[in-house]
């Protein structure tokens, strides 16, 4: 079942997460890949992986309230 936390939860969540998950992530992440025509509408604090947004190569990116942003160098993200 889900799990509720509001004490600091240290522990492994297996699985799928759907919704907003705040606090400290220790360990490795996996970002859900989008391309650049799929990515989702932009929301300040979110982070995606877009494996054709560094102009055909993979990149991370994250939003501000409107637009999504390439981490290594701070460009819009782009296919070509």
């Given at each position: 079942g889900p799990v509720t936390s509001t004490n600091g939860f240290v522990g492994n969540v297996t699985g799928n997460v759907t919704g907003n998950v705040t606090g400290n992530v220790?360990?490795?992440?996996?970002?859900?890949?989008?391309?650049?025509?799929?990515?989702?509408?932009?929301?300040?604090?979110?982070?995606?992986?877009?494996?054709?947004g560094a102009n055909g190569a993979p990149v991370v990116a994250f939003a501000n309230a409107t637009t999504w942003y390439?981490?290594?160098t701070l460009g819009a993200l782009s296919a070509t």
């Open positions: 220790s360990g490795v992440a996996t970002l859900t890949s989008y391309t650049v025509s799929g990515v989702p509408s932009a929301a300040a604090g979110k982070v995606i992986y877009v494996s054709n390439r981490c290594d």
